[in-house]
């Protein structure tokens, strides 16, 4: 289960205050997978990193009753002058996974040979999000984050995302960001609507997307 409790999240901008959490209290309760919809800069990816613990709110608090992934394909914890396998070496003690492990299945899953040494500040876009993904199929969660990446590289690597994504799910639920309605449906029995900086659950994804078209009128 993951709670956010009375969460007030804000920027300050240059010339005025951009509130996109507004003291929200919701639940999501685990054996269900949520879709999380919302118009261009309504605050999903933000609500995302909040969940993650990648950003912090200004009030209220965030619990989690269940090990909570980082946003599927998340690049921004990497250290640019460490190696990929520096990197992932970090994260696997950080999450009390073994190492060697770790390494071993980001390598064969990453593909990018001898790049594993050399500095994440040196890697493509493309092999940037080749580790991250490995990385994150690598550490198993109870729940994953998704927020838009569910494949990344060319058709066949695109396969192999797939089918580690889907062995992990059936065992995890998840948390989806997505503009494609499709994808929702297909992942998700329940959805919320982020607006206006509210959070509306709806137990119909159905419904949650109505109301989300409503809005993206």
Not at 26 to 49: D, E
Not at 60 to 83: E, I, N, T
Request: proline share 2%; aromatic share 10%.
């Amino acid at each position: 289960m993951i709670t956010l409790d009375n969460v007030f999240k804000f920027y300050r901008q240059e010339r005025h205050t951009r509130v996109v959490l507004d003291h929200v209290s919701i639940t999501f309760l685990k054996g269900y997978s949520y879709g999380l919809l919302g118009v261009n800069g309504a605050g999903k990816s933000t609500t995302m990193r909040l969940i993650a613990g990648i950003e912090l709110p200004n009030a209220g608090k965030v619990r989690r009753q269940v090990r909570v992934s980082w946003p599927l394909g998340f690049a921004g914890g990497m250290h640019p002058l460490m190696s990929g396998r520096e990197n992932v070496k970090f994260v696997a003690r950080a999450y009390g996974e073994d190492p060697r492990r770790v390494v071993r299945f980001v390598e064969e899953f990453a593909e990018i040979g001898d790049y594993m040494d050399a500095a994440v500040r040196t890697y493509s876009s493309g092999m940037m999000a080749r580790v991250a993904f490995g990385l994150s199929m690598a550490v198993e969660f109870e729940c994953y984050l998704i927020d838009e990446v569910l494949a990344v590289g060319d058709a066949r690597f695109q396969a192999r995302c797939k089918e580690a994504f889907e062995a992990r799910r059936k065992n995890s639920d998840l948390i989806v960001v997505s503009h494609s309605m499709e994808t929702i449906k297909e992942y998700c029995d329940k959805a919320a609507v982020l607006v206006d900086g509210q959070i509306l659950m709806y137990d119909n994804v159905d419904k949650a997307t109505e109301a989300y078209n409503r809005l993206n009128r």
